[in-house]
């Protein structure tokens, strides 16, 4: 069945350490999106990409980083910088229609 | 900047009845679409419906449908006959050509009542 596929599931991640959060579509979507939601604050874009090779900052890309080398994989690189990374982190894909699709999650706890 | 307000955290609604979510927005753009999204407890965002911003008649499908007022800049959405699995957070999102982006609300929470 073709959809976006988020992995992992749960991270835990100490202070200090960088890591990469997956983001896998098979819908042959070009744009790609990932968003951090916290409680009470919707969903805010982090990062964007309309096409391979190319992506954007969003609103909160401070202590992200993304790279888009194919266009089925979006990964998202939660780095030292982030002060604060606790958060369920949501990647998306939009189609030609340009509705969202989004994957299933992941939720991040700094420990 | 273009912001989607939510002005009402929780709701709750009979089984059966029916409710309506409320939301606003700001844009000087005159083209774009209109969303809404279900978040149930397994947190898979689902889309519920659209509206394009061109079209003066309002979406429905099935049970849910919209009121959408340009002018106003208001897009509610009215879920009908209510029931158990309509349960979940219920997120706008404006959808601007320029830039590709999408802009959510803060989402309102529906509780159905058995």
Redesign the interface.
């Known amino acids: 069945d073709g959809g976006i596929t988020q992995s992992p599931k749960y991270l835990f991640r100490k202070e200090g350490q960088n890591v990469t959060l997956s983001c896998e579509q098979n819908l042959n979507h070009d ?1 790609m ?1 990932w ?1 951090r939601q916290d409680p ?6 982090i990062y ?1 990409s ?1 096409i391979v090779n190319d992506f ?1 900052k ?1 609103d909160i890309a401070e202590g992200y980083s993304v790279s888009r080398e194919k266009k089925e994989s979006f990964p998202l690189t939660v780095t030292s910088a982030q002060k604060n990374p606790t958060a ?1 982190y ?1 990647c ?1 894909s ?1 189609n030609r229609e ?5 994957g ?2 992941t939720r991040l706890t700094v420990v | 900047a273009q912001t ?1 307000t939510q002005s009402q ?1 929780e709701m709750s609604v009979q089984e059966a009845e029916t409710v309506t979510l409320s939301c606003t927005y700001d844009t000087s753009e005159s083209d774009y ?1 209109l ?1 809404w ?1 279900k978040q149930p407890p ?4 689902i ?1 519920v419906i ?1 509206q394009e911003a061109y079209k003066q008649q309002n979406a429905t499908e099935n049970r849910f449908s919209v009121n959408f007022q340009k002018a106003a800049k208001s897009f509610s959405l009215k879920i009908s006959d209510s029931q158990l699995g309509d349960a979940a957070m219920y ?1 706008c ?1 404006y ?1 601007r ?1 320029t ?4 802009y ?4 309102t929470s529906l509780t159905v009542i058995p």
Do not use: H, I, K
């Open positions: 744009a999106y968003y009470g604050q919707g969903l805010r874009l964007y309309q954007q969003g369920f949501l998306a939009t340009d509705e969202a699709f989004f299933q999650g | 989607v955290p679409y969303f999204y397994s947190r898979q965002m889309l659209r997120f999102a959808y050509y830039g590709n982006q999408f959510f609300g803060t989402g």
